[in-house]
Each structure stands twice: as structure tokens, then as C-alpha cells.
């Protein structure tokens, strides 16, 4: 290959995002606070404080809040793909799983 295609290439794979874990059960807590962040727990999940936070200056975090909302009234699962790291929530710190993808399971 040539230098042009092996940087191109790499500039592809740096974009994509890394998964650490994921996360598969039913929501237990979820809490929107007043500043518009969101977060929940999942059964299952150990890593960073056992729950996960939707900030929300996020992109993206409206449609995964509505992922969840319709999973927890249905009664149904979730799969959660993290992110690598722990992070904090918006304007409070702690730390928190950062939910990358959100399935909804049948």
C-alpha cells in the first residue's frame, strides 16, 4: 500500500470508537436530574460506580433517553456498549460508565 492509503486508513480507524464493555439486563434506577443529565443502572453492570450517565450536552443522549424510557416501560432488556474509560457527570462529577450504543432486545 502506499503511504497515502495506510494514512487515510488510519485516520478511519482512529474515528471509529473503542469499546471497553458491554452490558446486557434490565433498567433499575433511572434518574434525570435538573440539569437535564440522566442516569440509570443496569443489572449486571460492575464497572466505574454501577451506573451509567447520559450528559447532556451530549450528542445523542435525547434518543438514548428515549431508548430507555421505552425499554423501562416495556419491561424489556438493554444491551450497553461503553465506552474505555469512567467519566464524570456534567456539572457533578462522580464516575460513570459512558454508554456508547443502546439496544433495545425483543
Not at 5 to 23: R, Y
Request: proline share 3%; net charge neutral; aromatic share 10%.
Amino acid at each position: 500500500m502506499t503511504r497515502k492509503c495506510l494514512a487515510a486508513l488510519m485516520l478511519v480507524l482512529a474515528s471509529i470508537p473503542a469499546f471497553a464493555d458491554q452490558f446486557t439486563g434490565t433498567i433499575g434506577l433511572l434518574e434525570v436530574w435538573k440539569n437535564g443529565n440522566v442516569a440509570f443502572s443496569l443489572s449486571g453492570a460492575t464497572t466505574c460506580n454501577s451506573q451509567f450517565i447520559l450528559n447532556l450536552n451530549d450528542p445523542g443522549t435525547k434518543n438514548q433517553y428515549a431508548a430507555l424510557l421505552a425499554a423501562k416501560t416495556q419491561g424489556k432488556a438493554i444491551t450497553v456498549h461503553t465506552g474505555a474509560t469512567c467519566i464524570a457527570a456534567q456539572g457533578y462529577g462522580g464516575s460513570y460508565n459512558e454508554p456508547l450504543y443502546i439496544y433495545v432486545l425483543d
